[in-house]
């Protein structure tokens, strides 16, 4: 059995040791049970270093700095939102291809890719026409087009 004014000093000297003290709780446990064993010395171990100023400002504090993803708008109904990007130039295939067109639902996030050998408003709006919306349907709300400078020439490529 060991007395609450041994223990103190027991942790004191294995905790504030000049060579690899200060390492906080698991490591200042683990090097004091090598040597002593009581009930509670878990609990006394962590209430001794809480109240130690040296660990309060050398200890670490892990904070947040992702900020959290929102989710703006849930489409309902797959197919009902599509996201659409042009990837490209790239390499001319035998085909004469150097960009893709790809879509992803923003629902079920399922991905076409269709390959183009340019990528102007019409092309564009041909392969979402005639491949895109001839597959799966149009869908309900408008396409959010990341090729920004298409956007409006694609819009009336579609209804021409």
Not at 46 to 66: G, H, N, S
């Amino acid at each position: 059995v060991v007395d609450p004014a041994t223990k103190l000093n027991i942790l004191k000297e294995l905790h504030n040791f000049i060579i690899g003290g200060y390492k906080g709780v698991t490591k200042a446990l683990k090097r004091i049970q090598q040597y002593y064993s009581w009930d509670g010395i878990k609990r006394d171990v962590e209430d001794y270093i809480k109240a130690c100023q040296d660990c309060q400002k050398r200890k670490l504090v892990r904070i947040k700095t992702k900020a959290p993803m929102l989710i703006i708008d849930t489409p309902s109904e797959a197919f009902e939102k599509v996201a659409i990007d042009i990837v490209g130039p790239l390499p001319e295939t035998l085909n004469g291809n150097k960009y893709i067109l790809t879509t992803q639902g923003q629902l079920t996030k399922f991905c076409t890719a269709y390959p183009l050998s340019t990528a102007n408003s019409v092309a564009i709006a041909d392969a979402i026409v005639n491949k895109y919306i001839f597959m799966f349907g149009s869908p309900r709300n408008c396409f959010r087009i990341r090729v920004a400078m298409y956007q409006e020439k694609i819009r009336v490529a579609m209804y021409q």
